[in-house]
């Protein structure tokens, strides 16, 4: 029998049944969870839910192009102590120059963490790899002070991608994968709720058809997310815009739309 999580749809996350059997099939095998979709679907939100409705703590490792899998681990800060070595600093404890990195916080952790590994895909082709020993023995060796570090708690690791890129088979391989797909216009409006106390329903009945509208526009560049349709949503509201007009004029077009071919396509279509 799969072991039921604590997370589910609430006020704060609204997540799909499927994501959530996902979740939990992850969390009974105890192996990471790897999250793909467009930007806006929520991936980055979802340890944040997990962490939040688990009563764990959340550790962020944000990759970027020039991360490396060491990065996650530890660093040792040589210059530092060749400096303080210089000015008649004490440089033989060794291990105050060693800073441990977000995936060697969550192996050293006393208690078990959620550990986001965020847009994994942004850094290069071997970082994936490069983290599979570690990720497997759930261990990893200082070598400046001789030191092997083995968690006490094998963290729960999710893993985001926007798709950018293919990702190794030998990684794959020991990720349960899922895609979440862009929401729904029920979905959405589940979404919205749980960001406004309250809302009128013809402004956000308005909105959100105009929204898919401008996402089904053939040919956009980059097309609105979620996130966007709220900020829009709230400048609506602050502005007391009527509902009747949205559709046709289009009012701070450029709080969903960052992209000057995308800006003249929605409003020459409109």
């Known amino acids: 029998m799969i072991r039921q999580s604590q997370l589910e749809t609430s006020q704060s996350y609204v997540a799909a049944e499927d994501l959530l059997k996902t979740v939990n099939i992850a969390l009974t095998l105890e192996k990471p969870l790897l999250v793909k979709g467009e930007p806006g679907t929520g991936k980055t939100m979802l340890a944040h839910a997990v962490a939040e409705s688990l009563g764990k703590e959340l550790l962020i490792w944000n ?13 040792y800060d040589v210059v530092q102590r060749l400096y303080d070595s210089q000015f008649g600093g004490q440089v033989d404890d060794i291990g105050q120059y060693v800073h ?19 847009e994994i895909d942004k850094a290069d082709l071997e970082f994936p790899n490069d983290l599979l020993w570690e990720m497997d023995q759930m261990e ?6 001789k030191e092997t570090f083995r968690a006490k708690h094998r963290p729960i690791v999710i893993i985001t991608s926007n798709a950018e890129k293919e990702l190794p088979d030998a990684f794959l391989r020991r990720c ?7 929401p729904n216009r029920v979905q959405m409006r589940q979404i919205v709720h749980a960001h ?20 089904s526009t053939p040919g956009l560049m980059k097309k609105p997310s979620t996130s966007e349709l709220i900020d829009w949503l709230r400048a609506l509201t602050l502005d007391g815009i009527d509902p009747a007009v949205i559709q046709q004029e289009l009012p701070y077009l450029g709080v969903l739309l960052k992209k000057d071919k995308d800006f003249n396509l929605v409003k020459k279509g409109k």
Request: proline content about 0%; charged content about 25%.
């Open 100 to 118: 441990f990195g977000k995936l060697g916080e969550a192996f050293r952790s006393e208690d078990q963490v959620v550990l986001l590994i965020d």
């Open 63 to 75: 990759i970027k192009s020039t991360t490396k899998a060491q990065d996650g681990l530890y660093t």
């Open 176 to 182: 349960i994968f899922h895609y979440i797909e862009f």
């Open 140 to 145: 990893f060796y200082v070598q400046e002070t």
């Open 196 to 215: 406004f106390d309250r809302i009128d329903e013809e402004l956000l009945q308005q909105a959100v058809s105009t929204f898919y509208n401008i996402r």
